[in-house]
């Protein structure tokens, strides 16, 4: 027969609550531990991809080219108003038929430029010993380069003017001609112009004022 030692009340509380003190102090270590646990696990969510690159740039409009000075559409508007009176006076009459067939320059290729520019001819007198042939021309920049080229190899003298030049030579021709060339460039146009016998102080000066305001 065993003997049963049971022990006092008072010692049974005092382990159950030691236990529940043990678990009470061991509960927050636990719920730290999942919580651990919980957050070294992937998401669930796709992560945001960035772009691969930013998006364009609004385009900038483009500048708007520049309109160059117009050619006049008639003689009367290429001359000052003091130059057309004095021609009209001492030099009539203006685009007379025999002067269609005038050059505007001795250098072949460049009177070959000008007249394929199809430009706004004046001519004044009539074909003979004494006349004046002017073209308002129209030129690209690399003909005006090549055209200066050849003048100043032509022996011409050219004076820069500015963003112009201009370009002259005088010459005894043919039974004591006296022949002189002007061409005055400017941006895309030409005046040139081609005389015998004659000479007009500010010919071409006045066309400049006239044309370029």
């Known amino acids: 027969m065993h003997t049963r030692i049971s022990r006092p009340v008072g010692q049974r509380r005092k382990r159950g609550l030691a236990a529940a003190l043990t678990f009470a102090l061991l ?20 992560a945001p991809v960035a772009p691969s690159s930013a998006p364009p740039a609004p385009s900038t409009p483009p500048t708007p080219v520049p309109v160059d000075t117009p050619i006049p559409a008639a003689c009367e508007q290429a001359y000052s108003p003091e130059l ?31 007249r394929a520019s199809q430009p706004l ?23 005006a380069v090549s055209a200066r080229s050849a003048m ?15 370009c002259v030579i005088q010459r005894e021709g043919d039974k004591g001609f006296t022949v002189g060339e002007s061409h005055y460039l400017r941006g895309t146009i030409a005046v040139s112009t081609r005389w015998i016998n004659t000479s007009i102080d500010g010919y071409t000066e006045g066309m400049v004022a006239a044309i370029w305001g």
């Open 27 to 46: 509960m927050p270590a636990l719920l730290a531990g999942c919580a651990s646990s919980a957050s070294s696990e992937p998401s669930s969510e796709p």
């Open 84 to 114: 057309l009176a004095t021609l009209q006076a001492n030099h009539p009459p203006l685009n007379d038929p025999s002067m269609s067939t005038a050059t505007f320059s001795d250098i072949e290729r460049l009177d070959n430029t000008i």
């Open 121 to 143: 001819v004046c001519t004044w007198g009539v074909a003979g010993p004494i006349g004046i042939a002017t073209a308002v021309s129209r030129i690209a920049e690399q003909q």
């Open 152 to 166: 100043e190899e032509g022996g011409f003298a050219c004076t820069p003017l500015g963003d112009a030049v201009s």
